[in-house]
């Protein structure tokens, strides 16, 4: 059973950094997409970053130029580089994976972190 776990989030001042990790277990396969949502209470969950499995990126406009994401297809991992963090960064931040097959298509997700941008 595939399970993606993250971690790295926490409480952080504005213009500070925060680095997110979501490694993913029980794969035996690579992923065509990985990528990190946020969501906070009342709104609805929003991409934040995305990476294909070659490596191109796209990202909000609210965070272009601040956070970068990148993965590791040989450990099934994907990271979140979050600078110059402000409070509206703050939210519940979920990995999301997504692979086809001939079987179909999959999405997973992992529990969230949470991050807060507090002075």
């Known amino acids: 059973q595939v399970q993606l776990v993250e971690s790295g989030g926490g409480l952080v001042q504005p213009g500070g950094s925060l680095r997110l990790s979501c490694a993913a277990s029980g794969v035996i396969f690579s992923f065509n997409t990985m990528a990190w949502y946020r969501q906070v209470p009342g709104k609805q969950r929003e991409l934040v970053a995305v990476i294909t499995i070659v490596g191109t990126t796209n990202y909000a406009d609210s965070v272009k130029g601040r956070f970068a994401i990148s993965r590791d297809n040989a450990k099934n991992t994907v990271y979140l580089q979050m600078n110059s963090l402000k409070p509206e960064d703050t939210a519940v931040y979920y990995c999301?994976?997504?692979?086809?097959?001939?079987?179909?298509?999959?999405?997973?997700w992992g529990q969230g972190t949470q991050v807060t941008v507090s002075s």
């Open positions: 999301h994976a997504y692979r086809t097959a001939s079987s179909g298509d999959y999405d997973y």
